[in-house]
C-alpha cells in the first residue's frame, strides 16, 4: 500500500488509487448480515438519499481522505479510526454502546457498509469522489477531509446534495464559522481554540512582548489559525515580525526561512501540518532557525515528534487527542486498547476525531428513530451531553461545532519516554466552552433543513 508508515501496523484492507473507487464492507470484517429493517419513509418526503439509501438492510457511508500526498499519513491514521468505528458499530462492541446505548448491531439494526476514495488533500477530486457516493450508492453519510479546504467544499456539497456530512480532520475556523451549513457537523478542535488554549501557556512561558515569526500554509487552515494565534499573542504585546505563507506540499522552504531567520523572531510559529510540518520543521533546524529561536506548533499532528526524530523535545503544542488522557478517561483506555490490539500502534489525534464522529452520527440516528437527514440533524442541535474520549461534549445548534477541550501538550525528552509511542506529555486539558467565539462571530448561517 502506498504511504504506509514503517511499524504502524497491519495494511488496511482496502487500497483504492486517486481514480478508483472500491467499496468496503465492514460487514465482511464483522461477520453475518444484519436483519432487513423499516424504512421510516412514511412519515417523510423523500430528500437526498432519503428513503432510498436506508430502505434495504444495510446503509453506505463514503469516505475521501488523503491517501497520497503531503498529508497521506494522517489519513491512514483516520481512515482506521472510522474501520474500527465501523467494524463497533456492526457487532454492537461494549464501546459503541457507552456511547451510543441504542446501538445493539449496526445503525437502527442495518448494517454499515462503507467506500474509500483517496482525495490527495485536493477539494476537486473529494467533490468528485464523494458526488459518486452519494448517485452511485445512495450513501447517507459522506466523511473525510485532512485538508479544511476539503471540509469546506465537502460542507457545500453536503448541503447541496442533503447527505449529512461529519468532517474528518479540519482546523479552519471557517469549517463551522462562515462555510458553516445546516448539514455538516466537526467534532475536533480548530484554530479559535487551538489559539486560545495555547495562547497562555506561551505568555506564561516566555513573557509578554515577544516577537514571533509564522510559517503558513496558503489556504483556509493555514489563515484563519495563524489569525487566531496572532489576535491571541497580540493581547499580551506579542508583534508578528514575519509571516511566510507557501503552498500546501512546498517541497522547499529555504527562501522563506531564510526571511524568518533575518526577522529577529524570538519565537517560531509553525502552523504547517502533515508532511509539510515535517519538512519546514527539518530545514528549520538545517538552517539554523532554531538555535535563534523558540519552536511552537499550535495546531499539532502528533506524528511529528517522531518523523523529525527529536526536534518536538520541549516544544509546547496544542493538540485534540494525546492517548495518554486514558488516565483520565475511561473511554480513551478502551479506544486505545482496542485501536492497539487491531492496528499495532497508538492511535493519533485523526483516528480518534474519525471514530468519536461515526459513534456520536450512530447515537443520532439511533436517538432520532430514522435515517431522515432533518430529522437526524435536529437531534444533533439537541445540544446534548454525549461521551467521548475527552470527557463529556456536545454540539452547538448555532453552527454544528462540538464544544470540546483542546489538550496542550509538550515534547518529551529522549530520556523521559516510556515506550516508542511516549512522545508528549499533557501539560493541561483546557475546557471546550470557554475557548470559542460566540457562534455568530465568523459569519456562521446555517442553511435550510430542506
Known amino acids: 500500500m502506498k504511504n504506509k508508515a514503517a511499524g504502524r501496523g497491519p495494511s488496511l484492507d482496502i487500497s483504492i488509487s486517486r481514480r478508483h473507487l472500491l467499496q468496503g464492507s465492514a460487514g465482511i470484517i464483522g461477520g453475518s448480515l444484519l436483519p432487513a429493517m423499516p424504512a421510516f419513509a412514511a412519515d417523510h418526503a423523500a430528500i437526498g438519499t432519503y428513503p432510498d439509501g436506508s430502505s434495504g438492510s444495510s446503509v453506505f457511508i463514503g469516505i475521501a481522505v488523503p491517501r497520497t500526498g503531503t498529508y497521506a499519513l494522517q489519513g491512514e491514521d483516520e481512515l482506521k479510526g472510522w474501520q474500527l468505528a465501523v467494524e463497533h458499530i456492526n457487532s454492537g462492541h461494549e464501546l459503541i ?110 513573557g509578554k512582548n515577544k516577537k514571533a515569526a509564522y510559517l503558513t500554509p496558503d489556504y483556509t487552515y493555514g489563515h484563519t489559525v495563524t489569525k487566531s494565534v496572532q489576535d491571541y499573542l497580540a493581547t499580551a504585546g506579542w508583534t508578528t515580525t514575519t509571516n511566510q505563507v507557501a503552498p500546501l506540499g512546498a517541497p522547499d522552504y529555504s527562501s522563506y526561512l531564510l526571511n524568518v531567520a533575518n526577522s529577529g523572531a524570538d519565537v517560531l510559529i509553525n502552523v504547517n501540518w502533515g508532511h509539510d510540518a515535517v519538512l519546514s520543521t527539518q530545514q528549520a533546524k538545517q538552517f ?108 452547538r445548534a448555532e453552527d454544528h461545532q462540538c464544544v470540546r477541550p483542546v489538550i496542550i501538550v509538550r515534547g518529551k525528552m529522549e530520556k523521559d519516554m516510556k515506550s516508542k509511542d511516549d512522545y508528549w506529555e499533557v501539560v493541561e486539558i483546557v475546557p471546550g466552552e470557554s475557548l470559542m467565539q460566540k457562534p455568530d462571530a465568523f459569519g456562521c448561517h446555517l442553511g435550510d433543513y430542506t
Not at 139 to 146: E, S
Not at 162 to 187: A, H, M, P, W
Not at 194 to 203: C, K
Request: glycine residues 8%; contains cysteine; charged residues 20%.
Open 97 to 206: 454502546k457507552k456511547i451510543s446505548p441504542k446501538t445493539t448491531k449496526g445503525v437502527l439494526g442495518k448494517e454499515v457498509k462503507f467506500g474509500v476514495a483517496d482525495s490527495a488533500a485536493k477539494p476537486n477530486e473529494a467533490v468528485q469522489a464523494q458526488q459518486r457516493f452519494i448517485t452511485e450508492n445512495k450513501a447517507v453519510l459522506i466523511t473525510g477531509a485532512t485538508s479544511s479546504a476539503v471540509a469546506v467544499a465537502s460542507n457545500k456539497l453536503a448541503q447541496r446534495e442533503k447527505v449529512l456530512y461529519v468532517s474528518g480532520i479540519s482546523g479552519s475556523n471557517d469549517t463551522t464559522g462562515k462555510d458553516c451549513v445546516r448539514y455538516g457537523f466537526r467534532q475536533n478542535f480548530y484554530g479559535q481554540t487551538a489559539a486560545a488554549a495555547i495562547g497562555p501557556v506561551l505568555v506564561k512561558t516566555f
Open 288 to 395: 539554523g532557525v532554531l538555535d535563534k529561536m523558540k519552536l511552537v506548533v499550535p495546531y499539532q499532528i502528533p506524528f511529528i515528534a517522531p518523523e523529525t526524530k527529536g526536534l518536538m523535545q520541549g516544544v509546547y503544542a496544542a493538540t485534540d487527542y494525546w492517548w495518554t488522557v486514558e488516565d483520565k478517561f475511561p473511554l480513551a483506555k478502551m479506544f486505545n486498547d482496542a485501536f492497539d490490539k487491531k492496528y499495532g500502534y497508538k492511535p493519533e489525534w485523526g483516528a480518534e476525531n474519525a471514530y468519536i464522529s461515526f459513534a456520536h452520527w450512530a447515537r443520532m440516528v439511533e436517538e432520532a428513530g430514522t435515517f431522515y437527514p432533518p430529522d437526524v440533524i435536529k437531534t444533533y442541535e439537541k445540544g446534548e451531553t454525549l461521551p467521548s474520549f475527552v470527557g463529556d461534549v456536545h454540539y
